[in-house]
T-cell receptor, first 111, second 113 residues
Framework: DQQVKQNSPSLSVQEGRISILNCDYT??????FLWYKKYPAEGPTFLIS?????DKNEDGRFTVFLNKSAKHLSLHIVPSQPGDSAVYFC??????????FGTGTRLTVIP | EPEVTQTPSHQVTQMGQEVILRCVPI?????FYWYRQILGQKVEFLVS????????KSEIFDDQFSVERPDGSNFTLKIRSTKLEDSAMYFC???????????FGPGTRLTVL
């Protein structure tokens, strides 16, 4: 059951540059998408979300883009900072239902 | 800032034993969830709980699993007879309302020997 996919298991970026994390989904009924950040030995921490009625949501250094026709979303972090190094999970849901998570992308920001 | 808490942080048990994982969701939240993450794999939904009953459960959540909200603050996950493959990180989450994001606890690492 791979309804949410993150095809890049890892990404390395220089400090100050842009980090782009990608996510694809298969279920067209999903209406809400979220990005979570996870450090080792901690639970996922909510980062940013987007409703399916929007195509962009911005919060400080973080922007999420949604392309519904392509069933694709991406998270942009700019400028990237060493403290951003973590595993990033894309998640999706329909209504009040549970979250479907991707497998995660490990981001390493190199100082 | 209010947060979801979970105890214990690490639970080691023998196969066949019962375990209870405890969670204290954020106090005014109404929706509660359990997820698990087997090492190296994705976070998987187990069960959601709203209005004192299970609202949804996954295929993983079989008869060996149960959840309870015994009082106004705790939310527990019980595994009746643990199997080796139950070894995972178990995350509790809660949210205030239907369209809000879920807040996760730090997880309980369950190791079944």
């Amino acid at each position: 059951d791979q309804q949410v996919k993150q095809n890049s298991p890892s990404l390395s970026v220089q400090e100050g540059r842009i980090s782009i994390l990608n996510c694809d989904y298969t279920n067209s009924m999903f209406d809400y998408f979220l990005w979570y950040k996870k450090y080792p030995a901690e639970g996922p921490t909510f980062l940013i979300s987007i409703s399916s009625i929007k195509d962009k949501n911005e919060d400080g250094r973080f922007t999420v883009f949604l392309n519904k026709s392509a069933k694709h979303l991406s998270l942009h972090i700019v400028p990237s900072q060493p403290g951003d190094s973590a595993v990033y999970f894309c998640a999706a849901k329909r209504g009040a239902n549970n979250l479907f998570f991707g497998t995660g992308t490990r981001l390493t920001v190199i100082p | 800032e209010p947060e979801v808490t979970q105890t214990p942080s690490h639970q080691v048990t023998q196969m066949g034993q019962e375990v209870i994982l405890r969670c204290v969701p954020i106090s005014n939240h109404l929706y509660f969830y359990w997820y698990r993450q087997i090492l190296g794999q994705k976070v998987e939904f187990l069960v959601s709980f709203y209005n004192n009953e299970i609202s949804e459960k996954s295929e993983i959540f079989d008869d060996q699993f149960s959840v309870e909200r015994p009082d106004g603050s705790n939310f527990t996950l019980k595994i009746r007879s643990t199997k080796l493959e139950d070894s995972a990180m178990y995350f509790c989450a809660s949210k205030l309302a239907e369209n809000n994001e879920q807040f996760f606890g730090p997880g309980t690492r369950l190791t079944v020997l």
